[in-house]
């Protein structure tokens, strides 16, 4: 189902790198002017802490258009909130995709979940099994980045006082709506900039906000797997699983 460029590409086809930095700079800015109330205690924004990072990301791999991109819910504290990376698993992004800019610290800072940026010790698996996968199906990221992009729905990390991790879905609803809204203008851009033909939620949550956010665009939901070690599914093959959901679904060949 090939998108139309009239519908999906901006009057000044710029560059889809320049759109979605654009975006992202509008994204950080809307959702830093949200606010969150207990039991979140802290929120960090890598699209600000970490934006040498996330602009590095989109320069390097969202140079051309992408027929696929995948989306996950939100930073994970060992990902994206270390390096900026959407699924940002330090040894992938810094030995695959080549990403290892200077990251910040977020204002306030959790004492007991410090951001130590590409020093940190900590792995992310689900970053780890998901770039994993790519890498071993693509070996080379250009190879990968020709027709395939990662973000996330949401840009932000929220946890309680005791350090717990609070997902987007279980704000109250006044908070989600506000945050929502702005996360969707966002899906939107970034899916127009690419003139992405598929949206593959990582994860059910991700693919049910695709549903609703696109809904009035030419493009396609699917999803796959989350790879969390959370789930128990996921730690039963899940780079296999997911890919014979890619090949059901007719996006890779098996």
Same mark, same amino acid.
Request: glycine share 6%; net charge negative.
């Given at each position: 189902?090939? =998108?139309q460029?009239? *519908?999906?590409?901006?009057? #000044?086809?710029a560059?889809?790198? #320049? ?7 509008e =994204? ?9 109330? #207990? ?17 590095a990301?989109?320069?390097?791999? %969202? ?5 696929? !991109? /995948?989306?996950g819910?939100?930073?994970?504290p060992?990902?994206?909130?270390? $390096? ?10 810094? #030995?695959?995709i ?6 910040? @610290?977020p ?5 007991a979940?410090?951001? *130590?940026g590409?020093d ?14 790519? @890498? *071993?199906?693509? !070996?080379?990221?250009?190879?990968? /980045? ?12 929220f ?7 609070? $997902?987007?879905?279980?704000?109250? %609803?006044?908070?989600?709506?506000? =945050? ?21 939620? !990582?994860?059910? /949550? ?8 696109l @809904?009035? =665009?030419? !493009? ?22 997911? $890919? ?11």
């Amino acid at each position: 189902m090939p =998108l139309q460029q009239k *519908e999906m590409m901006p009057a #000044d086809t710029a560059a889809p790198a #320049d759109i979605l930095i654009e975006a992202a700079e509008e =994204l950080s800015r809307s959702v830093q002017s949200l606010a969150f109330a #207990d039991p979140v205690a802290y929120v960090y924004n890598p699209l600000d802490y970490a934006w040498a990072s996330h602009e590095a990301y989109l320069r390097a791999c %969202a140079a051309s258009p992408s027929r696929i !991109v /995948f989306l996950g819910m939100n930073p994970g504290p060992y990902g994206m909130a270390q $390096t900026g990376v959407p699924f940002g698993e330090i040894p992938h992004v810094r #030995d695959w995709i080549g990403i290892h800019e200077p990251v910040q @610290k977020p204002r306030p800072e959790h004492p007991a979940r410090p951001v *130590e940026g590409f020093d940190c010790a900590r792995s992310e698996v689900s970053g780890r099994r998901l770039w994993g996968l790519f @890498k *071993e199906r693509f !070996v080379r990221p250009k190879e990968f /980045f020709a027709e395939h992009f990662v973000a996330n729905y949401c840009p932000l990390v929220f946890m309680e006082e005791s350090g717990r991790n609070r $997902t987007p879905d279980k704000l109250p %609803a006044e908070e989600c709506e506000a =945050l929502y809204q702005v996360c969707d203008e966002h899906l939107r851009a970034l899916v127009q900039g690419l003139q992405a033909e598929w949206v593959v939620g !990582v994860g059910g /949550f991700a693919q049910g906000r695709a549903k609703i956010a696109l @809904k009035d =665009l030419p !493009v396609r939901i699917g999803r796959i797997l989350h790879p969390s070690p959370a789930s128990p599914a996921a730690n039963r093959g899940w780079a296999e699983q997911a $890919t014979r959901q890619m090949v059901e679904q007719r996006l890779w060949e098996n």
